[in-house]
């Protein structure tokens, strides 16, 4: 259980997120949408515990998520960050295994090792095993980066997922596939909070959906609830229409056009 | 990978035990490697009574042994603290000498020459000897220290800052030590060259005890960090994310590194490229995972060392060249090599 409490985060006189509060239950998926800018990393950021709220309370599992060290909050939550940049030219494996680094000592168990194989078999990224981490394409690397997360916890119960911009550079077939990898997760009881761009992907998969903007929760609800014309429009200052999917019937976003003024190149 | 882990440490242990039988046979006094390796075997209570030459067990004893052991574990220093720097710089090609260390021990070392010339002019050989190890060992320390505190921002250390503070205190170190050069008489100069351009010459076993403790305790604990070394690759956000204490580890790996190169750097002048080379070639032969590299670059490096002493020894014998020359000479050449090569792979 991950319960935030009118937190916020200040930073050089200016509040980043302000009074934010929400909780999630293992079990469930929140996907967070706003605008850029409106503080959706920097909130993903606290509850990893990356940084510390300015003011607040944010307890995992009932314990204020700053009290726990970087060891044992390595093993209760893992965060797929937006960059990953590496220099050296490790294989594929070895940077999968490095997920279960908080899991073992000096060697890997062979439970770690059949782990890893098992996540690689779900990513995709089993035949990538021994190529080296510099010579895969950007999808290819961020699937990579997706399976380390994964064994880091995928044997912990009630484990937290963070995710930021998951799908960002993944083609059509990965981006159905990480959330719905996600998502199956989150049923077998993870708690899974993930940030995103795409509305209809939103939709089709948050059992929740947290909207901000400036800093703040503008609407927190099933995606039936929150993604109306109206709210899009007051988040995201876009123009749009908003059916029902009628085999879902989860809410289906198309966006209007919108005119842009060149007059001054004529 | 181009060969398996254990072939290759096998490989450099063998190398290193023929190249150093090797060299401890060359030199003004000839030794037959057999003699050389019965010579060794006595030493360790075998074959006690084979009859070798007393002339080259002395020469053996106080003059060869001692500057092979000395090549080892200054090559040993080098190699594997520029691993370590380059782990927790996330950057294939950074070197020790980057963070300002060898900046700080060429600085001291310099006053050291100027002043004690100056003022301690009675001082014997020997002392000022370990007057000028100790100076550079002090310098390397402050120097680093200060690169590490410029770059902390609340509690936290940022790597292109530490980055770019090296630069900094590199320029004012150099610029220092240039002001004092130039105020420096004929002999001097004599000293401060022949010091910048690295010798093992000044090997005695004196010089052997007193490094051995500062190589030896990073050689043995660094191979430790290699699991959080690895992780750093990913990021420190992401290194923090599994668990690791990352202001903690890059502590422990400037202080480890800055005590194996500070003392290297003391009893031997300037070496370059060693730090920088051995790394590179290590990861090219096993791959880049640092539980590997660590152990293999102080391997490497010793042997590295160990030829080049042995280069610099022989090739215009009585002359000695300056080590520092050799390992600049034959390093640079295949440092471009591979960054031609690799130049579309690297990003800084």
């Keep these: 259980m991950l319960i935030a409490e009118n937190i916020s985060y200040e930073t050089g006189n200016r509040m980043l997120v302000r009074d934010v509060s929400f909780s999630i239950r293992p079990g469930e998926m929140l996907v967070v949408l706003g605008a850029n800018g409106a503080g959706k990393s920097t909130l993903l950021r606290m509850l990893s515990g990356e940084r510390k709220p300015s003011k607040g309370s944010l307890t995992l599992h009932h314990k204020e998520v700053s009290h726990y060290s970087a060891p044992e909050l390595a093993l209760k939550r893992a965060v797929l960050n937006q960059q990953n940049v590496v220099n050296m030219a490790f294989l594929t494996h ?50 990579v980066q997706l399976s380390r997360i994964l064994v880091q916890i995928w044997d912990v119960p009630n484990a937290l997922l963070l995710m930021d911009e998951p799908v960002a550079g993944l083609d059509l077939q990965y981006q159905q596939q990480t959330l719905a990898i996600a998502k199956a997760l989150s049923k077998k009881g993870f708690m899974v909070i993930s940030i995103l761009h795409d509305i209809n992907l939103a939709a089709q998969y948050a059992d929740r959906i947290l909207m901000l903007k400036n800093g703040r929760k503008w609407y927190d609800g099933t995606a039936s609830e929150v993604l109306s014309t109206k709210n899009i429009y007051e988040v995201f200052e876009i123009d749009s229409d908003v059916f029902t999917n009628p085999k879902t019937l989860k809410p289906f976003f198309i966006p209007k056009n919108s005119t842009v003024n060149l007059s001054s190149i004529s | ?59 053996l004893n106080i003059v060869r042994l001692p500057r092979v052991a000395l090549g080892i574990l200054v090559g040993a220093a080098l190699g594997i603290s520029g691993a370590a720097v380059q782990g927790i710089f996330r950057n ?19 006053i050291v020459i100027v002043l004690e010339m100056a003022l301690f002019a009675s001082l014997s050989n020997l002392l000022g000897y370990y007057l000028l190890a100790f100076g550079a060992f002090a310098g390397a320390g ?144 096993i791959g880049v995972d640092n539980k590997y590299v660590l152990p293999a670059s102080a391997l490497m490096g010793a042997l590295m060392l160990t030829l080049a002493d042995m280069l610099c020894r022989t090739i215009i014998a009585p002359i000695e060249l300056p080590i520092g020359v050799i390992t600049a000479l034959l390093g640079t050449p295949l440092f471009l090599y591979i960054l031609i090569k690799d130049k579309k792979k690297l990003t800084l």
């Design chain 2, 1 to 59: 990978m181009v060969i398996q882990k254990t072939t290759l440490y096998v490989l450099l242990t063998a190398a290193l035990f023929m190249a150093a039988s090797f060299s401890l046979g060359l030199g003004a006094v000839k030794i037959p490697v057999t003699d050389v390796l019965l010579i060794l075997a006595k030493k360790l209570g075998m074959f006690t009574n084979s009859v070798v030459s007393m002339q080259h067990e002395g020469v």
């Design chain 1, 94 to 143: 070895e940077i999968v295994m490095m997920g279960r680094y908080p899991h073992y000592q000096n060697d890997p168990s062979l439970k770690d090792r059949e782990i890893c194989e098992e996540v690689m078999k779900l990513t995709g990224t089993t035949h990538l095993s021994e190529r080296s981490y510099l010579s895969l394409s950007g999808g290819e690397q961020q699937r």
């Design chain 2, 92 to 110: 294939p090609l950074a070197e020790p000498g980057l963070i300002g260390i060898s900046a700080g021990a060429s600085l001291m070392a310099v």
């Design chain 2, 142 to 285: 402050i120097a680093a220290v200060l690169v590490y505190q410029i770059s902390r921002t609340d509690g936290k250390s940022n790597v292109a800052t530490m980055l770019l503070a090296g630069i900094a205190i590199n320029a004012l170190a150099g610029a220092l030590t240039g002001l004092i050069t130039y105020m420096a008489d004929d002999q001097q100069l004599r000293n401060i060259t022949f010091w910048m351009l690295g010798s093992l010459g000044g090997a005695t076993w004196e010089t052997v005890l007193a490094i051995a403790p500062f190589v030896l305790i990073p050689v043995f604990v660094l191979p430790y960090m290699g699991k959080a070394l690895n992780a750093f690759a990913l990021g420190e956000t992401q290194a923090n994310q599994l668990g690791l204490r990352i202001n903690r580890i890059k502590r422990n790996v400037v202080i480890l590194s800055t005590m194996a190169v500070g003392a290297a750097v003391a009893v031997s002048g300037i070496i370059g490229f060693v730090g920088l080379l051995v790394p590179h070639t290590v990861r090219l032969l």
